[in-house]
């Protein structure tokens, strides 16, 4: 498959834990902010996203967490599966910038069985 | 992915050609962007066009080209002026409504011989 990622930071989980991944962001203009998933070889896929009005917003089985003070972005991912093991990588939009997005560099999950 | 479709897959291309890398939507999304991913980085903007005949360069745009005359349609060529154009190639499209989020292709894997 398509080698993404091969000097990423890595989290790795046993199957059944939850896992948490972060994420920085250093523009405090920014007021949306999305998930990805990215298996390998594929493209990424849409996750959960969040605004900045709010601090958390809750999908199945993931959470996303937003602190604008500290400029935090966190996923949680309950009871991880295996099909979770993936790169994931958050993304912020800026207001006023349309519909552009600022990508960070991606944290590799690893699921152990 | 889904309502969005890259062809090839993979592509190989001796070193001098030029080589373009096709992306179709049926999302009826009006802004499509194109993407290069190399291993341990995030996502660079290559170009991206919000309007049909209208497009803008991104980050990296030196030795790409684009074309945008259908709104379904936003093909990249490689020219033999990129230097290093072995990379994984991402299309992505996004609608006005939609706010912000970007919805990604399967990708094209490109390889210099």
């Known amino acids: 498959g398509e080698s993404v990622g091969l000097h990423l930071p890595t989290l790795s989980v046993q199957e059944g834990d939850n896992s948490i991944i972060n994420c920085a962001y250093s523009n405090s203009a920014s007021d949306y902010f999305i998930w990805y998933k990215q298996e390998s070889g594929k493209g990424p896929q849409f996750i959960i996203d969040i605004r900045s009005n709010m601090d958390k917003r809750q999908g199945q089985r993931v959470t996303v967490l937003l602190n604008k003070t500290v400029k935090h972005l966190s996923l949680q991912i309950a009871a991880t599966q295996p099909g979770d093991s993936a790169v994931y990588f958050c993304a912020e939009n800026e207001n006023n910038a349309g519909n552009m997005l600022t990508f960070g560099g991606g944290t590799r999950l690893m699921v152990k069985p | 992915d889904g309502g969005i479709t890259q062809s090839p897959k993979y592509l190989f291309r001796k070193e001098g050609q030029n080589v373009t890398l096709s992306c179709e939507q049926n999302l009826n999304h009006d802004a499509m962007y194109w993407y290069r991913q190399d291993p341990g980085q995030g996502l660079r903007l290559i170009y991206y066009s919000q309007i049909v005949n209208d497009f803008q360069k991104g980050d990296i745009a030196e030795g790409y080209s684009v074309s945008r005359e259908k709104k379904e349609s936003f093909p990249l060529t490689v020219t033999s002026a990129q230097k290093n154009p072995t990379a994984f190639y991402l299309c992505?499209?996004?609608?006005?409504?939609?706010?912000?989020?970007?919805?990604f292709g399967p990708g094209t894997r490109l390889t210099v011989l």
């Open positions: 992505a499209t996004s609608s006005y409504r939609g706010g912000g989020t970007q919805y």
